[in-house]
T-cell receptor, first 114, second 115 residues
Framework: QQQVKQSPQSLIVQKGGISIINCPYE??????FPWYQQFPGKGPALLIA?????SEKKEGRFTISFNKSAKQFSLHIMDSQPGDSATYFC?????????????FGGGTRLMVKP | DAGVIQSPRHEVTEMGQEVTLRCKPI?????LFWYRQTMMRGLELLIY????????DSGMPEDRFSAKMPNASFSTLKIQPSEPRDSAVYFC?????????????FGSGTRLTVV
């Protein structure tokens, strides 16, 4: 059972544009939703995370939007830059369960064209 | 802290050979996770440890795969015998389970190629 889906699989955006990645999930017990950023040759690194008691969290150009009723969360990258080109993974976990074990989405390969 | 350290960074081996991947977690972290990443299947959890004890190995694909954590600062993932379909990037991640801290720290991975 794929508990966290992710779309699109790949995304090409012009510099300065908005990148949007969506992650619907199935398990209503999830209560922690992080996003990871992975550059080639590197491991995924925590980018930003949200808990379900808020609908939005913003850190610089990166914003997570959370819709509990729709069981979906999204990453928005404003003013996308070539340096944002990477693979992005959404994830979800149940805090306090199994070491906060994360269930990952399939990843989105983002390319920002100059 | 140097972060999670994995070795080797790259491994090329012949089918049938034994392969051992190594991981040094962040000092003080009490959870360690092994993941495999492929284009087709994304990030797959293979096994995880809590305080050096294996908790869930249901993601280990076959008996050819085994993992150990003899102490808090070292873990290995062994494949014996290796097969071409094992080719992937293997990541180790560690975390500290405490309230307010829910993220993992990943290593840079080992790219395994079995020919």
């Amino acid at each position: 059972q794929q508990q966290v889906k992710q779309s699109p699989q790949s995304l090409i955006v012009q510099k300065g544009g908005i990148s949007i990645i969506n992650c619907p999930y199935e398990n209503t017990a999830f209560d922690y939703f992080p996003w990871y950023q992975q550059f080639p040759g590197k491991g995924p690194a925590l980018l930003i995370a949200i808990r379900p008691d808020v609908s939005e969290k913003k850190e610089g150009r990166f914003t997570i939007s959370f819709n509990k009723s729709a069981k979906q969360f999204s990453l928005h990258i404003m003013d996308s830059q070539p340096g944002d080109s990477a693979t992005y993974f959404c994830a979800a976990s149940i805090r306090g369960n199994a070491g906060n074990m994360l269930t990952f989405g399939g990843g989105t390969r983002l390319m920002v064209k100059p | 802290d140097a972060g999670v350290i994995q070795s080797p960074r790259h491994e090329v081996t012949e089918m049938g050979q034994e392969v051992t991947l190594r991981c040094k977690p962040i000092s003080g972290h009490d959870y360690l996770f092994w993941y495999r990443q492929t284009m087709m299947r994304g990030l797959e959890l293979l096994i995880y440890f809590n305080n050096n004890v294996p908790i869930d190995d249901s993601g280990m694909p076959e008996d050819r795969f085994s993992a150990k954590m003899p102490n808090a600062s070292f873990s290995t993932l062994k494949i014996q015998p290796s097969e071409p379909r094992d080719s992937a990037v293997y990541f180790c991640a560690s975390s500290l389970f405490r309230q307010g801290n829910y993220g993992y720290t990943f290593g840079s991975g080992t790219r395994l190629t079995v020919v």
